[in-house]
C-alpha cells in the first residue's frame, strides 16, 4: 500500500525560510503535489512535480527525488498567512488505477 | 461557474438515514475525487472518475458507500444507512492537467453530522 510520513507541526518566523519534509512509500509512483489548508477552509493545491529537481511558483517552491522517495516544500520569505497545514499527496497508478495518497498533514506556525 | 461547487454545504441526519451529496466541478474538467477529512485529520481518497467511470471503488469505506457521475460532469456521493463514524467534511475536487502536471481544484465541502 501507499504510506507517506510528513512532519507533524513546524513553527518558524516571519520573514524566514521553512522546509516541510515528505518521504513516501507506493508503487506505480505517478506525482507529488502539495496543498495548503487554513482551519476551516478547503485544500488549495501548491505545487505537483512529476519529475526529479526543484519547482519554483513565487516563494513557494517543491523539490523530488524519485530515487529517495522523498520531496520536500520550501516556503520562503514567511507571512503571517502562511500559518495553514500543508499536506504531500502522492499519485500512483497500479493495475490501470489511479489513487491519491494524503500525508497526515504539517501544521506550520509562523511567529512575529 | 468559476470553481468547484458541493451542495449541501452542511447536513445534519440522523443515524440510519440515507444522504446525497453533490459536487459540480468545473466545466471542461474530465476527472473528479472525492475525500473524506475527519476533524483534525489529513485527507482520505475515497474514490476518483474519469469521464463517467470510476474503475476502482476500494477506496470507498463500506459497501453503504457509492458515488456515480453522469454527462461527465456532476457526481454525487451515496451513503446509505449512515453511521455516527460517517461524521466528516465530505470535499470533492476536479482537476486539469497542463504539461503532465496536475492540478486539482478543491470545493468548500459538505460537513455531515450523524446524530
Known amino acids: 500500500g501507499q504510506s507517506l510520513e510528513q512532519p507533524s507541526e513546524v513553527t518558524a518566523v516571519e520573514g524566514a525560510i521553512v522546509q516541510i519534509n515528505c518521504t513516501y512509500q507506493?508503487?506505480?509512483?505517478?506525482?507529488l503535489s502539495w496543498y495548503q489548508q487554513h482551519d476551516g477552509g478547503a485544500p488549495t493545491f501548491l505545487s505537483y512535480n512529476a519529475l526529479d529537481g526543484l519547482e519554483e511558483t513565487g516563494r513557494f517552491s517543491s523539490f523530488l527525488s524519485r530515487s529517495d522517495s522523498y520531496g520536500y516544500l520550501l516556503l520562503q520569505e514567511l507571512q503571517m498567512k502562511d500559518s495553514a497545514s500543508y499536506f504531500c499527496a502522492v499519485r500512483d497508478q497500479t493495475g490501470g488505477y489511479q489513487k491519491v495518497t494524503f500525508g497526515t498533514g504539517t501544521k506550520l506556525q509562523v511567529i512575529p | 461557474g468559476a470553481g468547484v461547487s458541493q451542495s449541501p454545504s452542511n447536513k445534519v441526519t440522523e443515524k440510519g438515514k440515507d444522504v446525497e451529496l453533490r459536487c459540480d466541478p468545473i466545466s471542461g474538467h474530465t476527472a473528479l475525487y472525492w475525500y473524506r477529512q475527519s476533524l483534525g485529520q489529513g485527507l482520505e481518497f475515497l474514490i476518483y472518475f474519469q469521464g463517467n467511470s470510476a474503475p476502482d471503488k476500494s477506496g470507498l469505506p463500506s459497501d453503504r458507500f457509492s458515488a456515480e457521475r453522469t454527462g461527465g460532469s456532476v457526481s454525487t456521493l451515496t451513503i446509505q444507512r449512515t453511521q455516527q463514524e460517517d461524521s466528516a467534511v465530505y470535499l470533492c475536487?476536479?482537476?486539469?492537467?497542463?504539461?503532465?502536471?496536475?492540478?486539482?481544484?478543491f470545493g468548500p465541502g459538505t460537513r455531515l453530522l450523524v446524530l
Open positions: 475536487a476536479s482537476s486539469t492537467w497542463t504539461s503532465a502536471r496536475e492540478t486539482q481544484y
Open positions: 507506493t508503487s506505480g509512483f505517478y506525482g
